[in-house]
Nanobody, 116 residues
Framework: QVQLVESGGGLVQAGGSLRLSCAASGRTFSTYSMGWFCRAPGKEREFVAKFMWSSGSTHYADSVLGRFTISRDNVKDTVYLQMNSLKPEDTAVYYC?????????WGKGTLVTVSS
């Protein structure tokens, strides 16, 4: 089992920045990837960014490319999402995701609200 705890959400004005954190605990030794998804009001959950644990490569949704940056701390088993130039349409609950031993794990989510 893997437990994921997100933090860092909040209310920010358009153009502002936030940094989300996701700390993993439990059986993390075989992590394949960690990343972020979001669910905006009335929409399906969608991919935001992910970090491939072994290669160190990163992947982003087109909508956040150039504005968001995903990074990790190997020692702390933590992944971060630096969100810059935020837009009202970024308003969503952001969920941390980890793929470990072929299983998807999810955090409970953290709310990001961007005001115009």
């Amino acid at each position: 089992q893997v437990q994921l705890v997100e933090s860092g959400g909040g209310l920010v004005q358009a153009g502002g920045s936030l940094r989300l954190s996701c700390a993993a605990s439990g059986r993390t030794f075989s992590t394949y990837s960690m990343g972020w998804f979001c669910r905006a009001p009335g929409k399906e959950r969608e991919f935001v960014a992910k970090f491939m644990w072994s290669s160190g490569s990163t992947h982003y949704a087109d909508s956040v490319l150039g504005r968001f940056t995903i990074s990790r701390d190997n020692v702390k088993d933590t992944v971060y999402l630096q969100m810059n130039s935020l837009k009202p349409e970024d308003t969503a609950v952001y969920y941390c995701n980890a793929v470990t031993s072929g299983t998807n794990y999810w955090g409970k989510g953290t709310l990001v609200t961007v005001s115009s």
